[in-house]
T-cell receptor, first 116, second 112 residues
């Protein structure tokens, strides 16, 4: 299958700082990228959907000013958690897809964010 | 809004047993359904993808079926092994959402 990478895999930061997470599709062009969040012992929840060159669409309850998403190219999307707080500590996973909704999404390995 | 339910939430069985994990979804207008495996603290491993036009998919000891009209899927694991211990997630594409809607998972433990 296609390969999606995420960087960093783990980050620990102080409350109030901003953290950027990168998601890259390594061997295909991703017209759409998705960001999910997983709290401990919970399932994955979709945060936002981004199409290359367009503004991201956020799910209900996700603050767009806090979780900034940029999808500047067909192989790279970034998620910036601004002014992170301990409640933002979570496992963030991106996925990438080429084409329409019937196509498979390929997932990155995830980024574990811990905010002290 | 699409909702995905997985039963059971947890399962512990001795090695060698055949298992069935269940997944149901509320909106049958899906594009596809996918089963994933997640080891503790790790990312997702895709196991099987079933398109909405398909009835089942097989990979090794795994077989997944899809009954789209009734909103159900099952994952069958044959001859379970301790290495199969993990959380198994079911997710659907469509039904009102562009991204995947995940169930809460079945936490599986295979006893040696």
């Amino acid at each position: 299958g296609a390969v999606v990478s995420q960087h960093p895999s783990r980050v620990i930061c102080k409350s109030g700082t901003s953290v950027k997470i990168e998601c890259r599709s390594l061997d295909f062009q991703a017209t759409t990228m998705f960001w999910y969040r997983q709290f401990p012992k919970q399932s994955l929840m979709l945060m936002a959907t981004s199409n290359e060159g367009s503004k991201a669409t956020y799910e209900q309850g996700v603050e767009k000013d806090k979780f900034l998403i940029n999808h500047a190219s067909l192989t790279l999307s970034t998620l910036t958690v601004t002014s992170a707080h301990p409640e933002d500590s979570s496992f963030y996973i991106c996925s990438a897809r080429w084409g329409g909704q019937g196509n498979e999404q390929f997932f990155g390995p995830g980024t574990r964010l811990t905010v002290l | 809004k699409q909702e995905v339910t997985q039963i059971p939430a947890a399962l512990s069985v001795p090695e060698g047993e055949n298992l069935v994990l269940n997944c149901s979804f509320t909106d049958s207008a899906i594009y596809n359904l996918q089963w994933f495996r997640q080891d503790h603290g790790k990312g997702l491993t895709s196991l099987l993808l079933i398109q909405s036009s398909q009835r089942e998919q097989t990979s090794g000891r795994l077989n997944a079926s899809l009954d789209k009209s009734s909103g159900r899927s099952t994952l069958y694991i044959a001859a379970s092994q301790p290495g199969d211990s993990a959380t198994y997630l079911c997710a659907v594409s469509g039904g009102g959402a562009d991204g995947l809607t995940f169930g809460k998972g079945t936490h599986l433990i295979i006893q040696p």
